[in-house]
T-cell receptor
Framework: SQKIEQNSEALNIQEGKTATLTCNYTNYSPAYLQWYRQDPGRGPVFLLL?????KEKRKERLKVTFDTTLKQSLFHITASQPADSATYLCALDRSGYSTLTFGKGTMLLVSP | NAGVTQTPKFRVLKTGQSMTLLCAQDMNHEYMYWYRQDPGMGLRLIHYSVGEGTTAKGEVPDGYNVSRLKKQNFLLGLESAAPSQTSVYFCASWGGMSSYNEQFFGPGTRLTVL
């Protein structure tokens, strides 16, 4: 069956460091992969999308890589800030209609 | 623009009761979705719609029905609520391949079934 795995344990880092979150998937050939941020009690908010023919995508302090051979995406936040503390979700499109399958998310805690 | 709104924000039901959750979007999006989110699980797709008057099943459709009578609204119905349907429900919309591909999510409805 299709599976998406993200680090289940919370990631604790110090302010100013780079946070790296992992998303692994099996039994998929996704056209693209998305990353969302979710704060407690709120809906997910879109951050970045990367297509299967793209190796890397950047947006301000965020960087996403996509390795279709390893079936893995890495999500980096450079110069992290306490305001970056949230749960980060990885999602893949199953159908082409943006019917997303989400990972369980990784909680990031950035301490001052 | 309000984006995606959901009504109600919270609801408590007794087993066997029915209710309808309303999702509205003001972005003229063709595609709309209902997800549920449970502790320790990722968001799971319940039903979705690719346009006014259409609906399709997602990953976990049992016990739910949906309707898309107007383009801007997507309703999720529970005919006979069960404790297993206690969850946070999120609605989302998408503008299609011509857009940036991001989905816009509503704030969620927290439903408890006793």
């Amino acid at each position: 069956s299709q599976k998406i795995e993200q680090n289940s344990e919370a990631l604790n880092i110090q302010e100013g460091k780079t946070a790296t979150l992992t998303c692994n998937y099996t039994n998929y050939s996704p056209a693209y992969l998305q990353w969302y941020r979710q704060d407690p009690g709120r809906g997910p908010v879109f951050l970045l999308l990367i297509r299967e023919n793209e190796k890397e995508k950047r947006k301000e302090r965020l960087k996403v890589t996509f390795d279709t051979t390893l079936k893995q995406s890495l999500f980096h936040i450079t110069a992290s800030q306490p305001a970056d503390s949230a749960t980060y979700l990885c999602a893949l499109d199953r159908s082409g209609y943006s019917t997303l399958t989400f990972g369980k998310g990784t909680m990031l805690l950035v301490s001052p | 623009n309000a984006g995606v709104t959901q009504t109600p924000k919270f609801r408590v039901l007794k087993t066997g009761q029915s209710m309808t959750l309303l999702c509205a979007q003001d972005m003229n999006h063709e595609y709309m979705y209902w997800y549920r989110q449970d502790p320790g699980m990722g968001l799971r797709l319940i039903h979705y719609s690719v346009g006014e008057g259409t609906t399709a099943k997602g990953e976990v459709p049992d016990g739910y029905n949906v309707s898309r009578l107007k383009k801007q609204n997507f309703l999720l119905g529970l005919e006979s609520a069960a404790p297993s349907q206690t969850s946070v429900y999120f609605c989302a919309s998408w503008g299609g391949m011509s857009s940036y591909n991001e989905q816009f999510f509503g704030p969620g409805t927290r439903l408890t079934v006793l």
